[in-house]
T-cell receptor, first 118, second 109 residues
Framework: GAVVSQHPSWVICKSGTSVKIECRSLDFQATTMFWYRQFPKQSLMLMATSNEGSKATYEQGVEKDKFLINHASLTLSTLTVTSAHPEDSSFYICSARSLAGGDTGELFFGEGSRLTVL | GQNIDQPTEMTATEGAIVQINCTYQ??????LFWYQQHAGEAPTFLSYNVLDGLEEKGRFSSFLSRSKGYSYLLLKELQMKDSASYLCASLDSNYQLIWGAGTKLIIKP
């Protein structure tokens, strides 16, 4: 299957600093990438949908000024958590939809990034 | 509203068969996904159904009934490594995935 690489896998930062997470589709072009967040023992929650070359669409309750999403190319989307606080500590996962998937909607997931804010 | 229901937890024995059910109500329907997620890891794709019927893929099979808004994931010859959460997700008319809360499957020797 298609490969999505997410970096970094683990990040620890001080409160008030910003953290950038990258999501790359390695062997396919992805017009749409999704960013999810998962708190312990809870289900994945969609944060935003990122379309290449346009502004991301944020889900209700997600602060767009705090979670900056950039999708500058068909293979890269970034999520920047600005002025991170301990309550932002979570597992962040990206996924991408392959153009070659015949629009089945199959999503390919990155490995996830575990953010811990001290 | 949109809703996905699946059992919170199930227990099965190694070597046995288990069926995990999922019912869905979404705005439009473009398919039903099953994902497997081990603790601390990202979900991995298991199956996709958009037509009624059973799709078999090795030890795993997935069934869909669109008229009933119902799907199940069937796992045969259970192995200890199958212990994981199994997520049911419906693709709505906007191609957004609506996720269930997941079913934690515990495999006992």
């Amino acid at each position: 299957g298609a490969v999505v690489s997410q970096h970094p896998s683990w990040v620890i930062c001080k409160s008030g600093t910003s953290v950038k997470i990258e999501c790359r589709s390695l062997d396919f072009q992805a017009t749409t990438m999704f960013w999810y967040r998962q708190f312990p023992k809870q289900s994945l929650m969609l944060m935003a949908t990122s379309n290449e070359g346009s502004k991301a669409t944020y889900e209700q309750g997600v602060e767009k000024d705090k979670f900056l999403i950039n999708h500058a190319s068909l293979t890269l989307s970034t999520l920047t958590v600005t002025s991170a606080h301990p309550e932002d500590s979570s597992f962040y996962i990206c996924s991408a939809r392959s153009l070659a998937g015949g629009d089945t909607g199959e999503l390919f997931f990155g490995e996830g990034s575990r953010l811990t804010v001290l | 509203g949109q809703n996905i229901d699946q059992p919170t937890e199930m227990t099965a024995t190694e070597g046995a068969i288990v069926q995990i059910n999922c019912t869905y109500q979404t705005s439009g329907f473009n398919g039903l996904f099953w994902y497997q997620q081990h603790a601390g890891e990202a979900p991995t794709f298991l199956s996709y159904n958009v037509l009624d019927g059973l799709e078999e893929k090795g030890r795993f099979s997935s069934f869909l009934s669109r008229s009933k808004g119902y799907s199940y994931l069937l796992l045969k010859e259970l192995q200890m490594k199958d212990s994981a959460s199994y997520l049911c997700a419906s693709l709505d008319s906007n191609y957004q995935l609506i996720w269930g809360a997941g079913t934690k499957l515990i495999i006992k020797p």
